[in-house]
C-alpha cells in the first residue's frame, strides 16, 4: 500500500512541477491543485493505516485512527481550493484585461501576443 502511495506521490508531484514550469497561466493554476493534492497524499501517508476503528474512544480507547491527520487534510482541501479558486479568478482577471494568457507576453518579452 505504503509503495502504490509513494509512486502516486512521485508520479503527481512530476506532473504538478511540469504544469507550474510551463509558460501557460492556466497550467500553472492546475499544477497549483496538483501540488495541493501531493500535499494532501504526503499528510495520509505518515499517517498510520493500522488504525480499525473510527477515532471514538469507547471501551478501552486502543486500536482506533488517528483523527488529526484526517483534520489536517479536510482543513488543506479547503485552503487548496481557496487558492485554485482564487488563482483561477486572477489568471480571469489577467486575460480579461490583457488578452494575453502566457508569461512571456505579460513580461513582454513575446512578440507573438495572439497566440
Do not use: C, W
Not at 60 to 76: C, E, M, N, R, Y
Not at 78 to 101: P, Q
Amino acid at each position: 500500500m505504503n509503495l502504490i502511495l509513494v509512486i502516486i506521490i512521485g508520479v503527481l508531484t512530476f506532473v504538478g512541477t511540469y504544469m507550474i514550469l510551463s509558460k501557460n497561466l492556466i497550467r500553472i493554476v492546475i499544477g497549483t491543485a496538483i501540488y495541493t493534492h501531493v500535499a494532501n497524499l504526503m499528510i495520509l501517508s505518515m499517517s498510520e493505516f493500522g488504525g480499525k476503528n473510527v477515532p471514538l474512544i469507547n471501551g478501552d480507547g486502543k486500536d482506533f485512527v488517528d483523527p488529526l491527520p484526517q483534520a489536517l487534510i479536510l482543513t488543506a482541501i479547503v485552503i487548496g481550493f481557496a487558492i485554485t479558486a482564487f488563482l483561477l479568478v486572477l489568471v480571469y482577471r489577467t486575460f480579461k484585461i490583457t488578452k494575453v494568457n502566457r508569461i512571456e507576453a505579460l513580461r513582454g518579452e513575446d512578440e507573438d501576443i495572439d497566440e
